[in-house]
Structures are given as C-alpha cells and as structure tokens.
Nanobody, 126 residues
Framework: QVQLVESGGGLVQAGGSLRLSCAAS????????MGWFRQAPGKEREFVAA????????YYADSVKGRFTISRDNAKNTVTLQMNSMKPDDTAVYYC???????????????????WGQGTQVTVSS
C-alpha cells in the first residue's frame, strides 16, 4: 500500500506563488513516475504535471507551461509542484498520484494512476 499526502495549499493573489509537496509512504512504495492533477468545482479532474521515476523527464499541461515546475527528491520520497504567476483559473483542489505498478514514464490521464492523495485546496484571487 502507498499513502500520498499533499500539503502547501492556500489562498494567494493572482501573480503570486505557492509550493505544493506530496509525501509518499508505505511498505510497498518504490520509486515510480508520479503526477499532479487538479479539479475545480463542476469540472473533471485534469492533468497538471508529471515526472519520471528519475526526475529526468517532465510533462506539463499547456495551461501551466512556463509557470509551474515539478520536481522530486527520491531520497525523501517527495514530489513538489512549484506554482508561479498564478491565475484565478488555477483555483482547484490539487492531487498527487502514483501508479500501483511502478513505471518510469508518467501517464497524463487519471486512469494511469491508482493511488491518490487527499487533495489540497488552492485558491487564487483576482
């Protein structure tokens, strides 16, 4: 089993920054590609960013390219999402996710992942 816990959400003004962290734990956890998703009220959960098991490959949704940066520290079992130049459209609950079977190349759809954190609320005011 794998447990994922997000932290770092909060309220920020447009143009500001937030840094989200995801801590992974569990007896069966092993290094794997991981992703960040977000879900706004009334909308489907959407892909935000993903990172390969080694951290050498990253993917971003077009809506966040140039503003968000995903990174990881495998020694600490953490994945981070640095969000800069934030917009009101970034308002959502943000989730980190991991697949049940470790993979090297991350997927960019919700069906690629099996474990999800509880989510952390991010609100951007205009």
């Amino acid at each position: 089993q794998v447990q994922l816990v997000e932290s770092g959400g909060g309220l920020v003004q447009a143009g500001g920054s937030l840094r989200l962290s995801c801590a992974a734990s569990g007896r069966t956890y092993s290094t794997t590609a991981m992703g960040w998703f977000r879900q706004a009220p009334g909308k489907e959960r959407e892909f935000v960013a993903a990172i390969s098991w080694s951290g050498g490959t990253t993917y971003y949704a077009d809506s966040v390219k140039g503003r968000f940066t995903i990174s990881r520290d495998n020694a600490k079992n953490t994945v981070t999402l640095q969000m800069n130049s934030m917009k009101p459209d970034d308002t959502a609950v943000y989730y980190c996710a991991a697949p049940r079977i470790p993979i090297s190349i991350p997927g960019r759809t919700t069906t690629s992942y099996d474990y999800w954190g509880q989510g952390t609320q991010v609100t951007v005011s205009s």
